[in-house]
């Protein structure tokens, strides 16, 4: 199984800044990721897939890059609506596994 | 509008058995698998099983292989999952996905989710 681990935990910060989410597979798994936003008794949203690509009506403050093991989700200037916790997940090899999440937290 | 609407969640004894379904809307449901992703009460995401288009191939997560059985009727734009020999560790939050390609992939819409809860 391959295993997704995400850094950090939780992110602080403050409205307008940059947060870095980073995702890192046990093996490699191509560009083969996607990435996910849930909010508090929300169902998860697709936010990136093919590790780079925005998924329909995803702003453009959302970027997604790497490929092969270490992959990382870039929101620039964020926004109050972006305080949710993020998932990665792999879908190169059964079965599919998430990663443990990164929540990001007003600072 | 694209819609996913599970239902068929409820509390239930363990060992006994539940049988979810997910209403389809929105998009031709036969040409996309379709996936369970259960989520335990403030934890993280984890896949359980997936149908390809056509019902021809299925997967599990280890953790239900042989207790749960996923299938599809295209007919009725419908996913079931049948849950057998429920445990403790079941209890989640089941969210139906459709995946962006007709087995795998990334899963580009999710219902509400409905909640199973295994307990005497």
């Known amino acids: 199984e391959i295993v997704m681990t995400q850094s950090p935990a939780t992110l602080s910060v403050s409205p307008g800044e940059r947060a870095t989410l980073s995702c890192r597979a046990s093996?490699?798994?191509?560009?083969?990721l996607a990435w996910y936003q849930q909010k508090p008794g929300q169902a998860p949203r697709l936010l990136i897939y093919?590790?780079?690509t925005r998924a329909t009506g995803i702003p453009a403050r959302f970027s997604g890059s790497g490929s092969g093991t270490e992959f990382t989700l870039t929101i620039y200037s964020l926004q109050s609506e972006d305080f949710a916790v993020y998932y990665c997940q792999q879908f190169n090899n059964w079965p599919w596994t998430f990663g443990q999440g990164t929540k990001v937290e007003i600072k | 509008e694209v819609q996913l609407v599970e239902s068929g969640g409820g509390l239930v004894q363990p060992g006994r058995s539940l049988r979810l379904s997910c209403a389809a809307s929105g998009f031709t449901f036969d040409d996309y698998g379709m996936h369970w992703v259960r989520q335990a009460p403030g934890k993280g995401l984890e896949w359980v099983s997936g149908?390809?288009?056509?019902?021809?191939?299925?997967d599990y997560a280890d953790s239900v292989k042989g207790r749960f059985t996923i299938s599809r009727d295209n007919a009725k734009n419908s996913l079931y999952m049948q849950m057998n020999s429920l445990r403790a560790e079941d209890t989640a939050l089941y969210y139906c996905?459709?995946?962006?390609?007709?087995?795998?992939?990334?899963?580009?819409?999710w219902g509400q989710g409905t909640m199973v809860t295994v307990s005497s």
């Open positions: 093996q490699s798994i191509s560009s083969n």
């Open positions: 149908v390809s288009w056509n019902g021809g191939t299925t």
């Open positions: 093919g590790a780079s």
């Open positions: 996905a459709k995946a962006d390609s007709w087995f795998s992939g990334a899963f580009d819409v």
